[in-house]
């Protein structure tokens, strides 16, 4: 028998601010993460721990880390294509946007993407065993979320769950538009272990449609989906009610009505129910991919929403991995992946720091991203380039 392989340990160093993905402790006071074969093992001050075991050390040289992004809404089709738009490499691109874990919305844009029920479950399971195989870059990619049509019962539900099906796509894209119907079939998602989101707003493509805060506040998915539009958002009164009136997680998106965005983020923030806000970019869509849309996003939050900059990164990280069950993921956190962003803030642009130069409003640079506690990237090719980057210095 061959003897069993030492494990890969990781060490992270010379952090100058590490932001944990975590409302309740958004900034660490800690300069070191040790990994061991792409789980952290120990976070604190570099004097306090044991790194004598490392096989690779990363010098962060003073940048911050991050825990790798989450974008809760994308339209995967197949591998690094999607139709719409012709767009090609974009899941690769996206991680250069720090994002390592995309959330399926829905695979709609397959080419004569089936309704009948066999069709769309087949659909669904092949989504979720193709995606989970296939990681460009280190992504991870939760897909294979079915379009909910009428006919689905409960016993559709426990098998789509027993095949590895997590999602259920947005409620409104497929025939099921009525409340009592969606609420019924979210139900029997939600018994086994599936998570679920409505579309919000005007229709989005055909064979869509409007579906309002009634709708929304009826099916009660465990996320409403764009809730800023997707891309057209409703009105003000309903977005209120919706806000007040539930309880759901709250998804602001790129590809939708910034106004509106803000809106939602001070009724969240004036009820003291910024645990429930959300990011995606819902792409790839008619207004094209944005492999830095989260980044993008969280910045335009914090610098015209009046929300600190640490604060809004965990909107795309902690926040969602709760809401979608991910607790291997999310957060700086012992026994979490070793997902990590390396940030700093951009050559020319205002501000003190990171945190004050995307409070005014700039994106971030990344010098690196790290995916299971193996490095995936260097110098970002997408985001201006940063001050300082990490190094490799050992592994």
Not at 295 to 302: K, S
Not at 369 to 395: C, H, Y
Request: charged fraction near 20%; charge should be negative.
């Amino acid at each position: 028998m061959s003897p069993d392989p030492k494990p890969n340990t990781l060490v992270v160093r010379n952090i100058g601010l590490m932001l944990s993905g975590d409302l309740a402790q958004p900034i660490l006071d800690a300069d070191t993460i040790v990994a061991v074969d792409g789980k952290i093992t120990a976070i604190g001050k570099a004097g306090a721990l044991d790194t004598s075991a490392a096989g690779t050390v990363i010098d962060a040289m003073g940048c911050a880390v991050a825990p790798g992004l989450i974008d809760n809404h994308v339209h995967p089709v197949a591998g690094d294509w999607t139709p719409r738009q012709n767009q090609i490499g974009w899941m690769d691109s996206t991680v250069h946007g720090g994002v390592t874990t995309i959330v399926s919305a829905g695979e709609v844009h397959t080419p004569g993407r089936p309704r009948d029920l066999v069709g769309l479950k087949a659909l669904a399971i092949a989504a979720q065993r193709t995606f989970s195989n296939f990681r460009p870059s280190g992504m991870k990619i939760l897909a294979g979320a079915p379009i909910l049509e009428p006919g689905l019962v409960e016993e559709d539900f426990r098998y789509l769950a027993e095949a590895g099906v997590t999602l259920v796509g947005e409620v409104g894209l497929g025939g099921v538009k009525d409340g009592p119907t969606g609420r019924q079939m979210v139900a029997w998602a939600r018994e086994y272990g599936m998570t679920s989101m409505t579309h919000t707003g005007g229709p989005s493509l055909p064979g869509s449609g409007r579906i309002g805060a009634d709708v929304v506040l009826e099916v009660d998915a465990d996320i409403v989906a764009h809730v800023n539009g997707g891309p057209t958002a409703l009105p003000e009164a309903e977005i209120r009610q919706i806000c007040e009136k539930g309880s759901r997680a709250l998804e602001i998106v790129h590809n939708g009505n910034l106004r509106t965005g803000l809106f939602v983020l001070d009724l969240a923030r004036q009820r003291g129910e910024l645990s429930r806000i959300v990011l995606g970019t819902d792409s790839p869509a008619g207004s094209g991919v944005q492999p830095l849309g989260i980044l993008r996003i969280l910045t335009m939050l914090a610098s015209l929403g009046g929300v600190a900059p640490e604060v809004a990164f965990c909107f795309a990280s902690g926040n969602t991995a709760r809401v979608r069950k991910l607790h291997d993921r999310g957060m700086i956190e012992v026994g979490r992946a070793a997902d990590l962003i390396f940030m700093d803030q951009a050559i020319g642009g205002a501000g003190d720091g990171l945190l004050d130069s995307v409070a005014q409003g700039n994106l971030p640079g990344i010098g690196m991203v790290v995916i299971d506690g193996l490095v995936q990237t260097r110098r970002s090719r997408n985001t201006p380039p940063a001050m300082r980057v990490p190094e490799v210095i050992q592994g």
